[in-house]
């Protein structure tokens, strides 16, 4: 946690981190944190397989989803990751933006919320995760993740959301006497919330440029065809 804290040592981990591992599509922590931090005597603490994962998120259909995921008891965060994994493949690439997505994590084990911050952020992904109890609802901290540049190929930023009564009423949580310190990263709106037209305007030069360069393929398999 310390380091996901000190943006510069985050971003240098995340970076050595990638040159370790570049698939991104599954878990990476998964059998790591089962069999050495795992708590299964006290909070029964077994993590979904990546295959079950895989096939969960292709059995959810997009459509009634509306971009928004919601996973309680996440654990290091395998079936948010798969999830994350199967919008972007259900995406176009060309148009494919974070920001159209959003997922929300709950999760108890205080062991297991660094590795499930870490797996999100290092990915780019925009969600809340909240340490709570998910039946109880005691909870000591709720977490806000952003890519701020809307852009696939960045990681994350890292803010706590203030320990207030409409943060409470909106994640529906109880504060506990425990407190993460204040931090504040996005202090801004991002630029795709300020002029959200400017996007919409270059995914459709993006299309035409993409359709215009597609005619030019038919044309030449056609004079190729009849050659």
């Not at 397989?49 to 928004?68: C, F, Q, R, W």
């Not at 994350?84 to 148009?95: C, G, K, P, T």
């Not at 995760?129 to 540049?149: P, T």
Request: hydrophobic share 35%.
């Amino acid at each position: 946690m310390k380091i996901l804290f000190n943006p510069q040592e985050r971003i240098e981990l995340f970076k050595n981190f990638l040159h370790c591992e570049t698939d991104v599509s599954y878990d990476w922590f998964t059998t790591y944190f089962q069999d050495e931090a795992a708590d299964r005597k006290k909070k029964k603490q077994d993590f979904t397989p990546h295959s079950v994962g895989k096939l969960l998120s292709k059995l959810v259909d997009t459509e009634y989803l509306d971009g928004i995921t919601y996973d309680c008891c996440a654990g290091t965060g395998s079936l948010l990751i798969s999830r994350w994994n199967q919008d972007r493949l259900n995406s176009n690439i060309f148009i494919y933006h974070p920001s159209d997505y959003f997922y929300q994590a709950e999760e108890i084990s205080d062991r297991a919320i660094p590795f499930l911050l870490f797996n999100l952020m290092i990915r780019g992904i925009n969600a809340a995760v909240v340490h709570c109890d998910v039946l109880s609802r005691k909870c000591k901290g709720v977490f806000f993740i952003q890519n701020e540049k809307d852009d696939f190929l960045r990681f994350s930023s890292l803010n706590v959301m203030p320990y207030s009564d409409v943060v409470s009423r909106e994640f529906n949580v109880k504060w506990t006497d425990f407190r993460y310190p204040d931090h504040i990263e996005n202090k801004d709106w991002p630029e795709y919330l300020i002029n959200p037209q400017k996007r919409i305007d270059e995914e459709k030069k993006l299309k035409d440029k993409i359709e215009g360069f597609m005619k030019v393929v038919k044309i030449k398999e056609k004079v190729i065809n009849h050659g």
